[in-house]
């Protein structure tokens, strides 16, 4: 699906920028065609478990998921053949009918996003970061206060401006 997801964001960057890569065009859309043939393989057997996060209606529902594997994979097929003409305003057309066949079937059969695996690990990496910068805000906080205490009460205007900005680097952050 991560590589679906990319042939589909190539064609349309390559239709975006207007960019000559007909060719490209053509092996962009076989490979979502050859993507969609791995589909119904792909939930044949029930797996949940791991990095991927299918909703468990696919199990459920199986018909009406075999129906938008169907659709999914009658949509790239004729997205191939439109690739290969080079025609931009058909190419629109069919990259439209192509993305409806992933939303159709996505609305059902795929968790939410704030379910997804990804946006967990994205949630965690950002915490971790923030975790990082509060502790490199305290460390040059306590680096300052040695300096200011080695510098003894003579100069106490030279520490306190520059201690500012520091102090509010964390809520630039969040
Ligand atoms: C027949 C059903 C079906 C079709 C059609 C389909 N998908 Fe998916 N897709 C899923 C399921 C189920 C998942 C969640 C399981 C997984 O990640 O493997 C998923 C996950 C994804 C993910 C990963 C999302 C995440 O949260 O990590 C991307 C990206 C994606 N699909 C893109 C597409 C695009 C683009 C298309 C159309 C060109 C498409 N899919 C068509 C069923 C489908």
Redesign the pocket.
Known sequence: ??S??G??ASISNIMKYGLPLTGNLVVHAES?AAH?KL?ST??ERKVTAG?????PA?WAKADE?KE??K??ETE?AKLVEVAKTSDPAALGVQMKA??K??G???DN???P?EE????KAAAASEARAQRRIAALTAAIAALLAAASARAGTARPSAVAPSSKPLAAAPATAT
């Not at 990095?51 to 909703?55: C, I, L, V």
């Not at 997804?116 to 946006?119: A, Q």
Request: net charge positive; proline share 5%; hydrophobic share 40%.
């Open positions: 699906m991560e679906v997801g042939d589909m979502l969609a589909v792909a939930f990095q991927p996060t299918p909703e696919i998921f938008k594997t659709a999914f790239t192509t993305a066949a992933c159709g079937c996505h059969f795929r968790k996003k997804s695996f990804k946006r």
